[in-house]
């Protein structure tokens, strides 16, 4: 497995793959790699010739009040990890690398960006959209792979994709949980016991919601209603949004009759966690 820290190596990796005649898969990822990261690679395995997986964490999709410093970076372990599961190529830059000094070229997609995560975090979708942009020009993948965890980002780099013409297919794998509900994620590690117990109140409301559409029921407000009031059974979790929405556009929608996105974010002490249901 190879590991690579410039963008100028990698360029040259990637160009002797398509001189070989094979399919590149690319899972784009910050680190600090589990079971759901996994499932992104032999997804790609799957379907691609070769896999290579980049690692960095990105400032520009943090805020200045948000977790970049203590974000978990773990990239040796997440490096044995990888060759473990048979990547073929690590890509692990520098922020310089990056971003040389001077950049002032960012991506932006207008509307999605300031929904959900985007309303809250102003600038995230911007720093993910141009990470991604940048990521999808260095690699020229036929296919990247992520999660439905980041469903709103699955929604931005979408649209990106489409109007800026990327050759690339985005593929999107269910999301991975612990056997008690927990969505799988990165910032999980940051939870005390304490608060891994609380956090388990967001699958509760999801399943909730999933139980009562099972029912019969399509209103979202009656929907949302019952989301709240699992959600209110943890006080100290403090919700961020609850919303239903339209998968593609991110805007509230009346019923869930015609397939809807069941998205809520809430921080459990200092950690912010995110976890969505796709009706």
Sequence with gaps: MLVLHTIAETRTACARIRLAGKTLGLVPTMGALHEGHLSLVRAAQASCD???????????????????????????????????????????????????????????????????????????????????????????????????KDAAQVAVLRKMVRDLRFAVQVEVCPIVREPDGLAMSSRNRNLSDEQRRQALVLSRALTAVRQLVQDGERDSAKLLYEALRVLAGEPSVQVDYCRIVDPDTLEDIPNVGKGALVAVAARVGTTRLIDNLLL
């Design 50 to 148: 070769a896999v290579a997986v980049s690692i960095f964490v990105n400032p520009t999709q943090f805020g200045p009040k948000e977790d970049f410093a203590s974000y978990p970076r773990t990239l040796e372990e997440d490096c044995g990890t990888l060759k473990a599961a048979g990547v073929d190529l690590v890509f692990a830059p520098s922020v310089r690398e990056m971003y040389p000094s001077g950049t002032s070229t960012f991506v932006e997609v207008a509307g999605l960006s300031d929904r959900l995560d985007g309303a809250s975090r102003p600038g995230h979708f911007r720093g993910v959209a141009t990470v991604v942009a940048k990521l999808l020009n260095i690699f020229t993948p036929e296919r990247a792979f992520f999660g439905q």
